[in-house]
């Protein structure tokens, strides 16, 4: 139920470890789905439930929008319309995964020193697309 960010975060700063379902509740929380209306914010909604269940690398991957709790929305090219095309599909689902992250960044922000922020992010970011993309080391 732990996200490869929330692992390295422990390993790395000794943070506890959220869950998924913390994660994603962290997020309903905050304003971020508020700037979403109508369809829009449940397909988000929707997408934060498979989050919980699959984790990160899945949400961003267009073939979620073929899942089944995704069928009364529509096809994709539809789902993306209500957020104003493609791009903007993207940049909600972009802007998604960074709400995702965005607490523990900033706890691990104010305990330690940018040099190791960093060196966190690319770590995580070379997990994400390697499992995203299907990249072979």
Excluded: W
């Amino acid at each position: 139920d732990v996200d490869d960010f929330d692992f390295i975060c422990h390993v790395a700063f000794d943070q506890k470890p959220l869950t998924r379902k913390e994660r994603a509740n962290n997020v309903k929380k905050r304003d971020f789905l508020n700037k979403y209306k109508g369809v829009a914010r449940e397909v988000l909604e929707a997408l934060l439930d498979r989050y919980m269940n699959t984790g990160i690398y899945e949400i961003g991957k267009t073939e979620v929008l073929k899942l089944s709790e995704f069928k009364k929305f529509g096809m994709p090219s539809k789902i993306a319309s209500y957020f104003g095309g493609k791009a903007g599909y993207f940049q909600a689902v972009k802007e998604l995964e960074d709400e995702l992250l965005k607490l523990r960044i900033e706890n691990a922000f104010l305990k330690q020193e940018k040099k190791k922020i960093k060196l966190l992010l690319s770590a995580f970011y070379q997990l994400y697309y390697i499992n995203r993309y299907k990249i072979l080391v």
